[in-house]
């Protein structure tokens, strides 16, 4: 069956960094686009950015680009958000999510598995 689980997450200051994990089972990343999203309190989820199957194209939502990275570590079969200079309004449930094949979006609607999520709040 196929999983997604979610770590990394917590309390860090502003400024600060996090590292979050999107553990994949039940398949194999090489054929799937995975992308990380978002969601406040009272918001629609948005998405951060994603990483194709290949893992040579990935893309950034413009309110994290140049502070955040995604990469794919094949062997451990993991996904991972290297989130820096992490501000407030960062503040939310991020969620990976999974597409079979190569899908060039940020939109939630394109994605069809989804982990539990992982909590990251940015305060002083």
């Known amino acids: 069956q196929l999983q997604l689980v979610e770590s990394g997450g917590g309390l860090v200051q502003p400024g600060g960094s996090l590292k979050l994990s999107c553990a994949a089972s039940?398949?194999?990343?090489?054929?799937?686009?995975i992308g990380w999203f978002r969601q406040a309190p009272g918001k629609e989820r948005e998405g951060v950015s994603y990483?194709?199957?290949?893992?040579?194209?990935?893309n950034y939502a413009y309110f994290v680009k140049g502070r955040f990275s995604i990469f794919k570590d094949n062997a451990k079969n993991t996904v991972y958000l290297q989130m820096d200079n992490l501000k407030p309004e960062d503040t939310a449930a991020y969620y990976c999510?999974?597409?079979?094949?190569?899908?060039?979006?940020?939109?939630?609607?394109?994605?069809?598995?989804w982990g539990q999520g992982t909590q990251v709040t940015v305060s002083s």
């Open positions: 999510a999974a597409r079979g094949g190569r899908v060039w979006s940020l939109s939630p609607t394109d994605y069809d598995y």
């Open positions: 039940g398949f194999t990343l090489d054929y799937y686009t």
């Open positions: 990483t194709t199957n290949s893992g040579w194209n990935t």
